[in-house]
């Protein structure tokens, strides 16, 4: 829940179609990439593209 939330903080201020730059971790690496926000029934979700 915490986690949620961290990220609920971060996106504050943010609008649905705006893109973000986020850093995650995969396999114990770090990945970086860019996102584009969407917005389906008031709630904010992160839509990724990753290169391979």
Same mark, same amino acid.
């Given at each position: ?5 961290? %990220? ?5 201020? =943010? ?5 973000? #730059?986020? @850093?995650? %971790? ?5 990945? =970086? ?5 969407? #917005?389906? @029934? ?11």
């Amino acid at each position: 829940m915490e986690r949620q939330w961290i %990220l609920v903080e971060a996106l504050k201020g =943010k609008k649905a179609g705006e893109r973000v #730059k986020v @850093k995650y %971790l995969r396999n114990g690496e770090t990945n =970086k990439t860019t996102v584009t926000l969407k #917005k389906s @029934k008031n709630i904010f979700y992160l839509r990724m593209k990753t290169k391979k």
